[in-house]
């Protein structure tokens, strides 16, 4: 009820029936990447909401950067978005209330997250989108460019 041969690389997996072995493909394998996002241009101490796609569906986030001073708010749902939309940078989030991370800049920086930790999108229907709020700090009107470095744990 073994394979004749073996190919390298291959795995083994009892079949459908459960009566023998055989080959199949290992496990999916995830790299480490990164989502970049722009808002369009903000006022000084003005926010929006931007939704940065083709992420996962649930991710280790390793961590957020801006290339202006900002404060960036990332989200488990657009909900948890809107009921979080005016609360204030000094105030801290309530638990479960679906606020993954948040970070506030003086200007083009990464800050990276340790210990790294989970974030997922709590849609009814998870969607491969992260969900984040960027508030402008800066005293002129720009565009925030966020980059979120990550690994993907659900596609």
């Given at each position: 009820?073994?394979p004749?041969?073996?190919?390298?690389?291959?795995?083994?997996?009892?079949?459908?029936?459960?009566t023998?072995?055989?080959?199949?493909?290992?496990?999916?394998?995830?790299?480490?990447?990164?989502?970049?996002?722009?808002?369009?241009?903000?006022?000084?101490?003005t926010?929006?909401?931007?939704?940065?796609?083709?992420v996962?569906?649930?991710?280790?986030l390793?961590?957020?950067?801006?290339?202006?001073?900002?404060?960036?708010?990332?989200?488990?749902s657009?909900a948890?978005?809107?009921?979080?939309?005016?609360?204030?940078?000094?105030?801290?989030?309530?638990?479960?209330?679906?606020?993954?991370?948040e970070?506030?800049?003086?200007?083009?920086?990464?800050?990276?997250?340790?210990?790294?930790?989970?974030?997922?999108?709590n849609?009814?229907?998870?969607?491969?989108?992260v969900?984040?709020?960027?508030?402008?700090?800066?005293?002129?009107?720009?565009?925030?460019?966020?980059?979120?470095?990550?690994?993907?744990?659900?596609?």
């Amino acid at each position: 009820d073994t394979p004749s041969t073996l190919t390298a690389g291959k795995w083994l997996k009892v079949n459908a029936g459960g009566t023998a072995l055989e080959e199949t493909d290992g496990p999916p394998t995830f790299a480490r990447a990164q989502a970049i996002a722009t808002t369009a241009s903000l006022a000084p101490e003005t926010a929006a909401n931007l939704d940065i796609p083709n992420v996962a569906k649930a991710y280790a986030l390793y961590s957020i950067g801006t290339d202006q001073p900002a404060w960036v708010t990332l989200y488990t749902s657009q909900a948890a978005r809107t009921a979080d939309a005016n609360r204030a940078m000094t105030m801290d989030p309530v638990p479960g209330s679906g606020v993954i991370a948040e970070i506030i800049t003086g200007g083009n920086y990464t800050q990276w997250v340790s210990p790294m930790l989970m974030g997922y999108n709590n849609e009814a229907t998870p969607v491969s989108t992260v969900y984040a709020k960027v508030h402008n700090k800066k005293t002129t009107a720009v565009a925030v460019q966020i980059t979120i470095t990550y690994l993907p744990l659900e596609v």
